[in-house]
């Protein structure tokens, strides 16, 4: 094989007697949803991924995929809602807005469900409650584009579930992985309803003999449940996934990505792709340099954490742009914002994603002023970007609040509800708390004077169930997590009993969003606009086709799906024309 000055010399003493049609770098959603694609279509496939795990960030998320028209409801495809859809985008993205990749994803993600359902182990479940996060925004629904992962029977993979990655463990029980919020509720009412008893004793039995039979639990769900379907996909359509791979370089000839070279145990390794190579690296939320130059919030690029992959350190950016790809960087939000606490662990922490508990009523989030900055319910993209604003180029910080009987009902962060004990977090200093609220102010370090008359406004409107300041409650997606049983408002109650408690947020990421420049077949574009032969990118390496915005749950997945399945698709195609 010739290989151009443009591989390096270094890589004449390569031997490269691997080929396939298509090599994907990275083993989440969008990668391996390429590869199978691929392989269905006829082409032959191979997965690269950097860690010893597959899954990607994938295999720690929720498992909701925002595809807009989905046949999962059962009805027939609606042009009208294409077009709603399309301008709920559009006004979400702002000036980011990309119309071509726009009009792709809502072209294709209909057939992307039914393609993976008739032809994989992927399956999906209807979340018609689910509602896009903005619903009175133009275009926008209170519930009907979400879908979740079906869950799967993690013995399905037999010896290969030791190379899944487990989900995040600070978002299970004792490693349990819950389906929905749905789910989650009947351990908030253990205590007060014999059916949700009932549901939990049976969970946690099931969940104890797995652990005693397999070291982890078998009942896979939320993007567990996507990865495991993914990776068994994969197997059945002969698709190789290589683990402990890291890409070093992409190899080219004549101004074409070829292959990439990768680092092995047993040394380097090159691996010929005939049509292309797929970037789907994961994005950058562990990438520093990258979060400095992007993140306002992060001036040393440390302030930020992320509870993503170790492994997600921009490798696919990099590798794009030394090929000649760039990167979009003028989105209007680098990355996909949420609030997160650091969990003492050892003698380091771990990173808590506060997905639930802000919409819970008796619950408020204060600033270092004291006050409050935000409506607690809204999404954690809204969250983090008031947050931010909030911060005015100070640190990025806050406080999460609640009452005694909050904290006993609901939880707080990593702090479960009763009957679990709470003294471990607090003598750890997870917890904060506090006799009456100023002393908690104190204790916590924001502004006890003007805390205390915060909270004596809020508590004043919050007793009739209304939050005149921010509205928590009102929209529909606000209830969505809310507790449905308390009246009148599902989202807000008064602080009252004491003692009072405190967690402090710091900003974290659910995944990034600038990268690389694609056009709606997936194919990374050089500063000019022209497409870099033989290279695509998809997942959180391809810049998001949302702007920079969050319209909804799941906008990170099903995006990556869908492209993954057109990338594989134009791919096939591409190879008969």
């Known amino acids: 094989m010739r290989i151009s000055k443009e591989t390096g010399a270094a890589a004449l003493a390569i031997d490269i007697s691997e080929v396939y049609d298509v090599v994907v770098i990275g083993s989440g959603a969008g990668g391996m949803a390429t590869a199978v694609t691929a392989a269905v279509r006829g082409l032959s496939a191979i ?24 046949p999962k409801d059962g009805a027939s495809p609606d ?21 071509e990749r726009t009009t792709a994803f809502l072209a294709h993600g209909r057939e992307m469900v039914e393609f993976f359902e008739a032809n994989t182990e992927v399956r999906f479940l209807d979340a018609p409650a689910f509602s896009d996060y903005h619903p009175d925004a133009p275009g926008a629904r209170s ?64 969940h104890g003999r797995d652990l005693l039979l397999h070291g982890r639990g078998m009942r896979l769900t939320s993007g567990n449940a996507l990865a495991a379907r993914l990776m068994l996909s994969a197997r059945t359509l002969g698709v ?53 130059a992007l993140f306002p919030h992060a001036p040393t690029g440390m302030e930020h954490l992320s509870p993503a992959p170790p492994g997600n350190t921009g490798d696919g950016l990099r590798l794009g742009e030394e090929a000649g790809g760039t990167v979009a960087t003028e989105l209007r939000n680098a990355a996909a914002w949420i609030p997160v606490s650091r969990v003492p662990s050892g003698a380091g922490y771990k990173v808590f994603p506060h997905l ?39 640190e990025c910080v806050a406080w999460l609040v609640c009452d005694h009987r909050a904290l006993r009902k609901y939880g707080l962060g990593f702090v479960k509800p009763f009957p679990l004990p709470i003294f471990q977090h607090i003598r750890s200093g997870y917890l904060i708390s506090g006799r009456t609220p100023r002393e908690l102010a104190e204790h916590a370090g924001f502004d006890p004077a003007a805390f205390e008359v915060q909270l004596a406004t809020f508590n004043t409107a919050a007793r009739r169930g209304v939050d005149p300041q921010f509205g928590k409650g009102e929209t529909a997606y606000n209830r969505f997590l809310g507790d449905a049983s308390h009246k009148p408002n599902p989202c807000v109650a008064a602080l009252e009993k004491a003692p009072y408690y405190a967690i402090r947020l710091a900003l974290g990421d659910l995944g990034t969003f600038a990268g690389l420049r694609t056009d709606a077949e997936t194919r990374v574009l050089d500063a000019a606009g022209r497409p870099v032969p033989g290279l695509n990118a998809v997942g959180n390496d391809a810049a998001s086709v949302m702007g920079g915005a969050y319209p909804g749950g799941g906008i990170t997945l099903g995006p990556a799906l869908t492209f993954g399945y057109i990338a594989g698709t134009w791919l096939a195609q591409s190879r008969t024309t």
């Open 79 to 99: 042009p009208e809602e294409t077009e709603k859809a399309y301008a709920y985008m559009r006004y979400e993205a702002g000036n980011a807005f990309d119309s």
């Open 356 to 394: 639930i508990d802000r919409y819970k009523p008796g619950v408020i989030a204060v600033g270092p002023n004291g006050r409050r900055f935000v409506n607690e319910a809204n999404s954690y993209h809204d969250f983090g970007q008031a947050m931010i604003a909030a911060s005015q180029g100070r």
């Open 47 to 70: 997965v690269v991924e950097k860690e010893p795990l597959i899954g990607g960030t994938t295999a720690y998320s929720g498992g909701y995929l925002w595809v807009p028209g989905h």
């Open 143 to 206: 519930g009907g584009r979400s879908i979740l992962t079906a869950p799967i029977d993690g013995r399905m993979l037999g010896e290969d579930i030791r190379r899944l990655r487990p989900p995040l463990s600070t978002i299970t029980f004792v490693g349990m992985m819950f389906n929905s919020s749905q789910e989650v509720n009947h351990f908030f009412n253990v205590t007060r309803s014999a059916k949700s008893a009932w549901h939990v004793i049976k969970r946690l039995g099931a």
């Open 240 to 292: 190789p996934i290589l683990t402990s791979a890291p890409a070093r370089r992409l190899l080219r000839e004549d101004g074409r990505v070829t292959g990439v070279e990768i680092s092995t145990a047993s040394g380097v390794r090159a691996i010929r792709a005939r049509h292309s190579v797929v970037l789907a690296c994961g994005g950058f939320p562990q990438d520093a340099a990258r979060r400095k």
